[in-house]
């Protein structure tokens, strides 16, 4: 594994410390100033809607697996994991998150987070 892969993992480890322990000053740190969460039912959420949603436990993150590093070229690197995901008022469930990082001078930060179904086909694009 080359130092940028290890670099990128380390920084996505750091994202869902954050995100299960409401890491809001992390967060506003690592998340690029357009970075959108998306889901399969709702609008994009911009960054601050969704750091607002994690502070006040609208939306919980727990039970995270280990990244997947699917690509990393030049600048940007995908990977893929799965996390239990609470959306107020509903039950958690199990969802694959597609992030993609883009890399800065001094740190990696996420420009977006797919949250996809369990089918393969959501995973395109």
């Known amino acids: 594994m080359t130092a940028e892969a290890s670099t990128l993992l380390t ?3 750091g994202l869902t410390t954050a995100l299960a322990t409401k890491d809001i000053c992390w967060l506003n740190d690592h998340l690029a100033p357009t970075v959108e969460r998306r889901t399969p039912q709702v609008p994009p959420q911009a960054k601050y809607d969704w750091i607002d949603a994690i502070q006040n436990e609208g939306l919980i993150y727990d039970h995270f697996t280990a990244p997947t590093l ?3 070229v030049g600048t940007r690197g995908l990977v893929h994991l799965t996390a239990r995901l609470t959306e107020h008022p509903h039950q958690a469930t199990p969802v694959t998150l597609q992030l993609t ?11 977006r ?5 369990g089918k393969p086909i959501d995973w395109i694009g």
């Open 70 to 72: 699917d690509q990393l």
């Open 113 to 117: 987070d797919w949250e996809l179904s």
């Open 11 to 13: 920084c996505c480890d």
């Open 101 to 111: 990082f883009i890399r800065e001078p001094d740190c990696w930060q996420l420009y």
